[in-house]
């Protein structure tokens, strides 16, 4: 008698390995193995690969982080729902790609969440460049990052948007393990 194979279901814990990519094919994250690292902005060569652990930071882009399976119980809303979905009925081996429009990932781009204030506001020792993400804190505590996108020699613009938000993210899903 042929042994059935196993199919995740709602609650198990898996272990997935993922490319994540923008509309463009730009790598925005991935579990694999990162391969070499480009001088472009996101840290991905043109072949689609990530970075390795040789001169890479953490840029947002997934470069620089730690590669391997990712583990995650299904249904626990550990990642993405929409992938969680996917992942019911996959077997160790199955891959499956899908889309999570911009909507249900981190939003549509808000121009709202662009403001710019006056340089003098910003301590001596932080000179703010163009890409630097900066932690502004409220007077509760709660902090915000935002991107530098502008600075000129009396102000400085700041984006509070996602890096992610208003793209559709495109996910390569290959399932590891049911554990």
Do not use: W
């Not at 072949?47 to 590669?67: L, P, R, V, Y």
């Not at 996959?90 to 899908?98: I, Q, R």
């Amino acid at each position: 008698m042929a042994q059935a194979i196993k199919q995740a279901k709602p609650g198990d814990r898996v272990k997935i390995n993922f490319n994540g990519t923008l509309a463009d094919g730009t790598l925005f994250d991935t579990t694999y193995e990162k391969i070499e690292c480009a001088d472009d902005d996101c840290g991905c060569d043109d072949h689609g690969n990530g970075c390795d652990d040789d001169g890479c930071d953490d840029d947002g882009c997934g470069c620089g982080s730690e590669s391997g399976p990712m583990e995650l119980e299904i249904g626990a809303e550990d990642f993405f729902p929409q992938v969680e979905a996917a992942l019911v009925g996959m077997s160790p081996g199955d891959k499956k790609t899908l889309t999570v429009a911009a909507a249900d990932a981190f939003g549509a781009y808000d121009v709202e969440m662009i403001t710019t204030v006056p340089l003098s506001q910003f301590p001596d020792e932080i000179i703010p460049a163009i890409g630097d993400d900066l932690e502004l804190v409220n007077d509760d505590e709660e902090g915000m990052v935002v991107t530098v996108i502008e600075v000129d020699d009396v102000e400085v613009t700041l984006d509070a948007n996602h890096p992610l938000a208003g793209e559709d993210l495109t996910f390569e899903v290959e399932m590891v393990e049911i554990l």
